[in-house]
């Protein structure tokens, strides 16, 4: 019994394992020691991205309103220890759904069986609960089985019926469901961020999926500069039925590699997980699969006497059954990509280049409403400028418009944590509400019904009091977002002072020789020369393509060339660490029988060979 209680476990899907793991913590929370079919019902709740939580939810189940009825609930048990066994009846609930889900011929056992075992069991707590709530258990059953009708036979790669215009009709099912998140489903639901200044990439993607054979577009571009980004756009211009008519009936799911891979323990298992998701997109040709981070394709589940996930969906590619989508960055798609010349050839590249300043603030403007609503603050369009220069000017590592994006959401964090605090009327009213729901529960346990039903009047009274003190709070004018934020924020993520931060580059252009004369004494001839290509460079005269300079600082041993590097290194680029000098006496190159000092172009630097010193 043992041996097959840990076969069902195995076979959970990682929701029904993450609700399994809810229902212990709410047992415990409850002080129950079992955890039983009222404790499962609402672990599987508490995991609101599960197929069962979202089936509840459709005939109006929350966790919350469960929860409430649970506390109010007479078959509640306080016994006073911690939750550390199923009871016998949960037990038998796992046995059922697993027997459920094998007469589907499905290999994996989710929420949805789970759900389904506690409605067949019309005594049982989970059941009775529901019912307490005022939930039709027909109605609902039968919205399951509709659901569990719609399902993929996995096992032998077949589509069961799909009721047109049913309400779970678009979902997806089997391997797919397990391990794809349709994304054209959370555009529909408005779950995805608004994508701007793509629309030339988006339409290279499209005219790719397009083409009768070797119609798989992968994305290549620098980390953050937003290729997820183009595919969440493509699927919300599918949404909105801004594509040719051979897309429109598309969906795009992005499918979890690392997923698939997680918990493979026997020899084949990884393989056989593929070969499904394989089976059902050939069976399902409007499905186009997106997989981020490509690269992890070649040599994914490879072991002795076994082949990767590159080798497996090769066949099918070539033979235009499967539609795919990738991303990966440049270094990645050289080093593994290009050396699989037959994966190579099946693929088709789409450039994806880091978006200018100009194009980076618009698509900030376009997120604009979203990190206002999730932080409760309000930007401007001169602090989202802001950000974007600042960005670009300190942090030099990443890319737009990820690290401009990461600033506003810092300076938004740094200010809603700052002033942030809940009003003490509301932590009162909370505290009074968890006082009363303790005196409720105490009722309950001795048995004490009308003193429970008084307390629950007052919990009601005392919830209307706390969602219209939420609701004035929220009407309040939010916090403004100011550039001291923005400021701030740079500053803690790369450690420039934020005097150095706030400090304006035209003020500082304007009168960079003075700035730099103040610690570079007698040498205004050298320091004007670097000015002026400073600045050229800076009004946009010079090429982007080209260095900002090339200097070479010549003189006696002493008169301040190495300190000129380090000063601009400090005044222009906001640290010393801009600074990079190279001993070229360590880099040397015979020729002739002469040696040529090597000489590498960087951003700032300082050669240092005698007399001789240059600042690129």
Do not use: C
Not at 368 to 382: A, L, N
Not at 424 to 447: C, G, P, W, Y
Not at 531 to 538: D, K, N
Request: proline content about 2%; charged content about 25%; glycine content about 8%.
């Amino acid at each position: 019994m043992a041996d097959d209680f840990a076969e069902i476990i195995s076979h959970l899907t990682d929701n029904a394992r993450t609700s399994l793991h809810h229902a212990g913590i709410i047992a415990q929370s409850y002080n129950s020691n079992y955890v039983g079919t009222e404790h499962l019902l609402l672990g599987i709740l508490a995991q609101g991205s599960s197929v069962g939580a979202k089936l509840l939810a459709d005939v109006g189940v929350t966790l919350d309103r469960a929860q409430f009825a649970l506390s109010m609930s007479p078959l509640t048990v306080i016994v006073g220890t911690e939750a550390k066994r199923l009871s016998e009846t949960a037990k038998l609930t796992l046995k059922m759904s697993w027997d459920t889900a094998q007469q589907l011929h499905q290999e994996y056992l989710g929420t949805e069986h789970i759900l389904h075992s506690i409605l067949s069991q019309r005594n049982s707590r989970g059941a009775v609960l529901l019912r307490d709530m005022g939930i039709n258990l027909s109605d609902l059953s039968s919205g399951l089985e509709e659901h569990l009708d719609q399902t993929v036979n996995v096992n032998e790669g077949t589509t069961g019926p799909v009721v047109s215009g049913g309400k779970k009709a678009n979902q997806l099912r089997g391997a797919l469901g397990v391990y794809g998140t349709d994304l054209t489903d959370m555009a529909k639901n408005n779950k995805l961020d608004p994508v701007i200044g793509r629309s030339a990439e988006e339409e290279r993607v499209v005219t790719i999926l397009s083409r009768r054979t070797k119609n798989n577009p992968v994305l290549i571009g620098e980390p953050g500069v937003g290729k997820t980004a183009i595919v969440e756009g493509l699927a919300q211009r599918i949404v909105n039925e801004n594509v040719p008519d051979y897309l429109l009936d598309k969906k795009i799911v992005q499918i979890d590699l690392a997923g698939m891979i997680a918990g493979t323990k026997y020899r084949g298992e990884f393989e056989d997980r593929l070969k499904k998701v394989i089976t059902e997109l050939q069976q399902q040709k409007n499905i186009i699969i997106f997989i981020d981070e490509l690269h992890l394709l070649v040599g994914a589940g490879s072991a002795e006497g076994s082949i990767d996930a590159a080798n497996m969906l090769k066949p099918a590619l070539a033979r235009g059954e499967i539609r795919l989508i990738g991303a990966t960055t440049s270094d990645e798609y050289r080093k593994y990509i290009e050396k699989d010349s037959a994966l190579e050839r099946r693929l088709q590249t789409v450039r994806v280049p880091e978006p200018n300043l100009k194009d980076a603030v618009a698509i900030l403007r376009g997120l604009r409403s979203k990190y206002e609503k999730h932080h409760g603050v309000s930007m401007s369009d001169d602090v989202i400028e802001d950000a974007v220069y600042m960005a670009n000017r300190y942090i030099n590592e990443r890319f737009m418009p990820d690290k401009a994006i990461d600033v506003i959401d810092e300076a938004a964090a740094y200010v809603r944590v700052k002033s942030g605090h809940k009003p003490s009327k509301i932590r009162d009213f909370t505290k009074q509400l968890n006082n009363l729901n303790e005196k409720m529960e105490d009722s309950v346990a001795v048995e004490d019904y009308e003193r429970a039903a008084l307390y629950k009047t007052r919990i009601s009274q005392t919830m209307e009091k706390l969602e219209e003190l939420r609701q004035a709070t929220d009407k309040k004018t939010p916090i403004v977002l100011s550039n001291d934020d923005i400021a701030n924020a740079i500053s803690s993520m790369t450690g420039i002072p934020v005097k150095k931060v706030k400090k304006s580059e035209l003020k500082l252009l304007r009168n960079l020789e003075k700035h730099l004369g103040k610690y570079i004494i007698g040498q205004g001839e050298a320091i004007e020369k670097v000015s002026r290509a400073i600045r050229r460079s800076r009004s946009g005269v010079a090429s982007a393509n080209r260095p900002i300079g090339s200097f070479v600082f010549m003189g006696p041993t002493g008169v301040g060339k190495t300190e000129l590097a380090k000063v601009l290194a400090r005044e222009v680029f906001g640290s010393d660490d801009a600074l990079i000098k190279i001993l070229t006496t360590q880099e040397s190159i015979a020729i002739g029988g002469q040696h040529f000092k090597l000489v590498l172009a960087i951003d700032v630097g300082d050669l240092d060979d005698g007399d001789v010193e240059g600042a690129t």
